[in-house]
Structure formats: structure tokens, C-alpha cells
Nanobody, 123 residues
Framework: QVQLVESGGGLVQAGDSLRLSCAAS????????MGWFRQAPGKEREFVAT????????YYADSVKGRFTISRDNTKNTVYLQMNSLKPEDTAVFYC????????????????WGQGTQVTVSS
């Protein structure tokens, strides 16, 4: 029963930046690995980035490596996704997710999901 709420999406032009936020409820946020996924119409949900619990180790999909940065602030129960140099192919609904384990690149690893925030990048 973890509640996640994403925010920060919007309509931008190619090359612009956005910062997504994911606010989590509860007092055990630091014990969860966190991830960002995205889903475009007609496509499966795909992995974007993940950050582990204690150390905060990160891993990114090749398509966003060098452009996106995932971070977390456990004192604020919040996970961020800084997105720079956005491309039209980044257009999707972005979801944050939490796992009671460590971290992961597959959606099945995660047990809690937010409702998503729309990111649209025009050319």
C-alpha cells in the first residue's frame, strides 16, 4: 500500500528539458528501490532508469544514457528524473515505480506504480 504520484510532465520542443518528480507516501521510502518507466501508445512499457536503496546506485536504458538522470531524496520521499536534450521519440507516459527489494530493469520487479505523467516532445 505505497502511494506514488508523478508530476512535471508537459509539452516541450526537441532539445528542451523537463524534471519529473515522484512523491511517495509512507515512512519507509528509503527501503524501496525505485524506477522510472515509460509507455508510448501501442507499445509495451519500457525501462528508463532505476536507483537502488541505500547506496543509490543507478542504471539507465541505452536510449537515455547521458541525457537523463535519476536521483532520490529520502528525506522528502521523492524520486526525480531530470531529462535533458529531449527528443520526439521520448514522447510517452512516464511512470515511477517502487519495489520492496533493491532495484531492477524489468517491470515485474516492481509492485507499486504511480498513475503516470504525460511527456510530449514536438519536433
Amino acid at each position: 500500500q505505497v502511494q506514488l504520484v508523478e508530476s512535471g510532465g508537459g509539452l516541450v520542443q526537441a532539445g528542451d528539458s523537463l524534471r519529473l518528480s515522484c512523491a511517495a507516501s509512507g515512512r519507509t521510502f528509503g527501503s524501496y528501490g525505485m524506477g522510472w518507466f515509460r509507455q508510448a501508445p501501442g507499445k509495451e512499457r519500457e525501462f528508463v532508469a532505476t536507483i537502488s536503496r541505500s547506496v543509490g546506485r543507478t542504471y539507465y536504458a541505452d536510449s537515455v544514457k547521458g541525457r537523463f538522470t535519476i536521483s532520490r531524496d529520502n528525506t522528502k520521499n521523492t524520486v526525480y528524473l531530470q531529462m535533458n536534450s529531449l527528443k520526439p521519440e521520448d514522447t510517452a507516459v512516464f511512470y515511477c515505480a517502487a519495489t520492496p527489494y533493491d532495484s531492477g530493469t524489468k517491470s515485474n520487479t516492481y509492485t507499486y506504480w504511480g498513475q503516470g505523467t504525460q511527456v510530449t516532445v514536438s519536433s
